[in-house]
């Protein structure tokens, strides 16, 4: 009973080589072969050939781009022309077999002919070192606590947003970021959202913004990647967190743990999210009241997991 639907969407959504092309399939896929070029081109050590099947597939993926007329202004898009560039550039350090040469240089010309150059998009990049925030990041840990009464103002949705582009940062297998955030304020909309999570009772009704953390299947490749799209939205989801206790937001997770699974299906119904993307959690978002109590959530004894071997 709880894993068919799983099976059902996995099998709907999570073959790129069958399913129907949308936006979020084409980008995913053109963020999972350029990344494997910006990747290659930061390994260290003596320097050789590589990425001759990647480059070209990542060629045809953008003449689909195009083809589909989706927005060549699109950092995806951009990001992957500028990741060509510095691939081609490489093949003059590191020149690829005769057999190939002419036909790969020719496809990547061809492609970057029109397009130019977008310096904030280069890659790679020096590795950046960050110095003194270990006292910050533990204090906005040691704040972060789970929140459950607050202030009945709406809550600021620049700061989200803003909360948000943080949280993009994170990282993602192949960089796919697949990730996707509802937001809902409507009240009634939230209390029937809510009715079907088992985690909210005595302060749900007081959640000023809820926001659902979704995954979008097209985002993977088949079935063999099902575990990653919680990994990768959980990996932002924390970023999410630390990044709105930075700008004065309190926040509570609600686990998604529904036992009948036509109640997944009707949150994706009343929260009109796409049956694609996989619901991670739920999150109230709100500014705590001034009288809010917070469990102190003792941690276990570090030596308790941690295993050194």
Known sequence: ?????????????????????????????????????EKGLCIPGQKR?????????????????????????????????????????????????????????????TCLADASSRPEFSTPMSAMQCTGAAETLQRLCIARRSVRAYRPEPVALSDVHDAIAIAQLSPSACNRQSWRVHAYQDRRQMDSLLALQNGNRGFGH?????????????????GSERNQPY??????????????????????????CVTDPTLDIKAHRLGRIPESEIIIMYLAVGYADDAALVPRSVRRDINSFLVVH
Not at 17 to 32: H, N, V
Request: hydrophobic share 45%; net charge positive; charged share 20%.
């Open 231 to 256: 990994i990768d939205a959980g990996l932002f989801t924390m970023t999410l967190l630390l990044s709105l206790q930075a700008r004065g937001l309190s926040s509570c997770c609600l686990n998604w």
């Open 1 to 37: 009973m709880f894993y068919l639907p799983d099976a059902v969407r996995a099998y709907r959504h999570m073959r790129w080589g069958t399913t129907r092309e949308t936006y979020w399939k084409l980008s995913a896929e053109t963020i999972f072969y350029f990344h494997k070029l």
């Open 206 to 222: 007081l959640i000023p913004l809820l926001l659902i953390i979704t995954a979008e299947a097209n985002g993977f490749f088949d």
């Open 49 to 109: 050939f590589f990425g001759a099947d990647a480059a070209i597939t990542l060629v045809s993926l953008l003449d689909r781009w195009r083809a589909r007329s989706y927005s060549i202004d699109d950092p995806v898009y951009v990001g992957a022309l500028e990741c060509l560039r510095a691939y081609r550039s490489r093949l003059a350090l590191t020149p690829p077999p005769v057999k190939l040469a002419d036909g790969l240089k020719r496809r990547i010309d």
